[in-house]
């Protein structure tokens, strides 16, 4: 009999030690966070998508070389490349799709600071929601909420970009010899236009990447308010 009891006291304290251990890992409050809470910790997720991985756009071969951002070819500018290859400029063609590259990667550099700036100033009309959805749920709700007003802000960095990396006169170049060519019809694309959104599409990209990361794994979790905020999720 003594033996019957001394195994049970044996069982409650582990048991009690296990329950003591979870209640631990648990954020205090966590029963009680509010949307203000989950609207910050959402907040610090973007933020971390930008300091982890939109920097990483800014590097040489940043875009060039990340197959999720690398920036090719509009269609009516495939043709031109084409073209090139087949009357043996393709090194010239090889140049003019690297500059393109080249000048998001500059851009992205400058306009860091506009990404955190929309961040800050981010509103979650319904924060729990957003937690509760897909992967990428939030990169979405920050897309639709800034990507207009961040194209204006960002075109003209990319057309200095194109100015300060050369590109503007190797696809001068590039054009000029294609139109050159004879039985190919003219073409004038705007690239500032196309290597904008392209460039926004991969910053967002990158964004999301991140906070995929912090949504599955709790080590990626480096703050308080993200630990508190997503374990919500995990409960879910």
Do not use: H
């Not at 393109?100 to 860091?112: P, Q």
């Amino acid at each position: 009999m003594k033996k019957i009891v001394l195994l049970l006291c044996i069982f409650q304290l582990t048991a009690c030690g296990e329950l003591q251990q979870v209640i631990n890992q648990l954020p205090q409050g966590s029963t009680g966070i509010g949307s203000l809470q989950i609207g910050e910790g959402l907040r610090e997720a973007l933020n971390m998508g930008i300091n982890k991985q939109v920097t990483k756009l800014t590097q040489t071969d940043g875009f060039f070389k990340n197959e999720l951002t690398k920036i090719l070819l509009p269609p009516e500018l495939q043709k031109v490349d084409k073209t090139l290859r087949n009357v043996g400029l393709g090194k010239l063609a090889d140049e003019g799709l690297k500059v393109l590259n080249r000048a998001a990667e500059d851009a992205v550099g400058e306009a860091t600071p506009i990404f955190i700036n929309a961040v800050k100033g981010i509103s979650f009309n319904d924060a729990k929601s957003i937690l509760m959805g897909s992967d990428d749920a939030a990169t979405k709700y920050l897309t639709n909420a800034t990507e207009n007003q961040l194209y204006s802000k960002f075109n003209p960095v990319i057309k200095n970009s194109f100015a300060k990396v050369g590109a503007d006169k190797i696809w001068k170049n590039l054009i000029t010899k294609y139109n050159n060519i004879p039985l190919t019809n003219n073409v004038n694309p705007d690239l500032t236009d196309y290597v904008t959104k392209e460039a926004l599409k991969g910053v967002y990209k990158m964004i999301a990447v991140e906070e995929k990361e912090i949504r599955t794994k709790v080590s990626s979790r480096t703050t308080d308010i993200l630990k508190k905020v997503f374990i919500l999720q995990d409960k879910s």
